[in-house]
């Protein structure tokens, strides 16, 4: 029996990113997808700034900006709604309803900025990092079954020729999406409105010029043929769009080209439907479109993530988003557990942290839904909070962080961002070179000890503690105009976590910093 660290079910967005994250921690995985490859449809239209930050640590940037070269805004692919693409349309934001003055203070959080890249083409490079990090993807290969004992995980497999196997790991990531089968094998039950309609998507090769009149657009949120229909380009042509609807009452899938000239309200539109998985010929591929989020992250050795544990609207990238960073959360803890640094309880902040902000995210991402897609019944049932703050400003309450409020905290604004336990440690620039280093650029491996210009008693209290607890641990020493940022004097020091966040702070010295720090990391790594 073939055995494993860690196997993957699910080889989209969220389970190749799972394998990249796990790979940059020296963990290997094996992802297993049903499909015989990658849907071709983009799904995410683009990532915002804080999910390229995540990528950035696993060193993609340069590779995603080659594929979605433009350092473009959200602002720069223009949303709209109208009833017809033909008809008039109101211009929108994906990010919200914040002004420029929010997207600019925004734009000094983060060395990142938006990338325009199709779903599709992010999940080739990723493929391409998971298999150069030690990762395996598999294609064309279906979980069939999944047992589960106190020490691993044994999964049954069928792969594209039928053939089967049984493989044993120590923990399984489901990554399955909405429709997946792990989350119902384990019983989690979900919270939240549900599903509201099921959508059908295409690719299509038609000349929308007539409709458009020279206006461009990012994504068009339509009433025709139905609530809930979507048109965007898939390249510069002009002529390659994906479309997605729900389905239209008393329509059937014989003709979805009519789906289309109703949509773009040309009724003798020439339409040529392309195929969205290479090899399978024109098909037309349905998702659930609903707002719900798991009881449960975690079964035993099973965590879930991505879609498999909150189904979301996809507006705004907040579904994206949520996902990348539920992966991120887990890798590096899974590593700390299975490198033998850290007690497996570490595993259960997992679903304490992520799960909270899944809740916030998605009654973010139905508000955003209802507005652009004005769904029937469903109308806006709370305010749009500042997309800068929902994507920077929450805070982490688990064991794994030290000093955070007993609530969690209220989002911060990005200028509010001072490392405060909990929150995602500030950026600032530490370099001027023409590819400037940022402080982010220090987390994503170990665990970060940041101490001030006279913190050597901390340094050497983490050197310590490090060594007898055989935690990977680097430590950084910061200048007084780098340290005041941190909320740090002199003397003070920052525990800094692989995800970026907080673990612990000490603005100032302490009497005894050996059994502080030591005490501060067998708590983070529940020893």
Same mark, same amino acid.
């Given at each position: ?158 792969? +594209?020729? !039928?053939?089967?196997? @049984?493989?044993? /790991?120590?923990? %399984?990531? =489901? #990554?399955? &999406? ?69 389905? +239209?009452? !008393?329509?059937?899938? @014989?003709?979805? /080209?009519?789906? %289309?000239? =109703? #949509?773009? &309200? ?78 497996? /309880? ?182």
């Amino acid at each position: 029996m073939r055995q494993l660290p860690v196997l993957i079910v699910g080889g989209s967005l969220t389970g190749l990113s799972a394998a990249v994250f796990l790979g940059v921690h020296g963990v290997a995985s094996l992802v297993v997808e049903r499909r015989d490859a990658i849907l071709a449809h983009p799904k995410l239209q683009g990532l915002v700034p804080r999910a390229m930050e995540l990528y950035r640590q696993a060193g993609l940037e340069p590779e995603i900006r080659a594929v979605a070269p433009t350092a473009a805004s959200a602002g720069d692919l223009v949303s709209v709604r109208a009833r017809t693409l033909a008809d008039e349309h109101e211009p929108l934001t994906e990010a919200g309803d914040e002004d420029e003055g929010a997207a600019a203070a925004a734009s000094g959080a983060s060395p990142c900025a938006f990338a325009p890249i199709r779903q599709d083409e992010l999940e080739v490079l990723l493929g391409e990092r998971a298999r150069g990090l030690g990762g395996l993807v598999r294609y064309g290969t279906e979980l069939t079954g999944l047992e589960q004992d106190a020490d691993g995980v044994i999964a049954r497999l069928r792969g +594209p020729d !039928g053939t089967t196997e @049984t493989v044993r /790991a120590l923990y %399984v990531i =489901a #990554a399955d &999406g909405a429709g997946g089968s792990v989350r119902r094998e384990l019983g989690v039950g979900s919270t939240g409105p549900g599903t509201f309609f099921h959508m059908a998507t295409l690719h299509i090769r038609a000349d929308l010029s007539e409709a458009l009149r020279g206006r461009g657009i990012g994504m068009a949120y339509l009433t025709e043929p139905a609530a809930g229909t979507t048109l965007g380009p898939l390249d510069a042509t002009g002529r390659h769009w994906f479309f997605a609807t729900s389905r +239209p009452p !008393g329509s059937s899938t @014989t003709d979805p /080209a009519s789906w %289309v000239r =109703a #949509a773009t &309200g040309l009724p003798l539109l020439d339409v040529e439907l392309l195929e969205q998985v290479p090899g399978s010929g024109p098909q037309v591929f349905t998702f659930p479109v609903g707002a719900r989020v798991a009881d449960r992250y975690a079964v035993g050795r099973v965590f879930l993530a991505g879609d498999a544990a909150h189904l979301m609207p996809p507006t705004g990238g907040l579904g994206g988003l949520t996902a990348v960073e539920d992966v991120h959360n887990l890798a590096w803890k899974l590593a700390l557990v299975l490198g033998g640094s850290a007690h497996p /309880a570490l595993l259960d902040t997992y679903e304490t942290e992520r799960r909270p902000v899944a809740v916030r995210n998605m009654g973010q991402a139905l508000a955003r839904g209802r507005t652009r897609w004005q769904f029937p019944g469903h109308e806006r049932d709370e305010p749009l909070l500042d997309f800068y703050a929902l994507t920077y400003g929450y805070q982490y309450r688990s064991t794994a962080v030290q000093g955070a409020p007993d609530d969690g905290g209220p989002l911060l604004p990005v200028t509010a961002l001072s490392a405060a336990p909990g929150s995602r440690a500030p950026h600032i620039y530490v370099s001027q070179d023409a590819d400037p280093l940022s402080t982010l650029d220090l987390y994503g491996k170990e665990l970060v000890l940041l101490v001030g210009p006279d913190g050597d008693p901390w340094a050497e209290a983490g050197a310590r503690a490090a060594g007898l607890l055989g935690a990977p641990l680097e430590t950084y020493h910061l200048d007084t105009d780098l340290a005041r940022p941190h909320g740090l004097g002199d003397s003070g020091a920052l525990l800094v976590r692989p995800d970026g966040f907080v673990a612990w702070r000490s603005a100032g010295a302490r009497a005894d910093p050996d059994a502080v720090f030591e005490q501060v990391l067998r708590t983070l790594l529940q020893r």
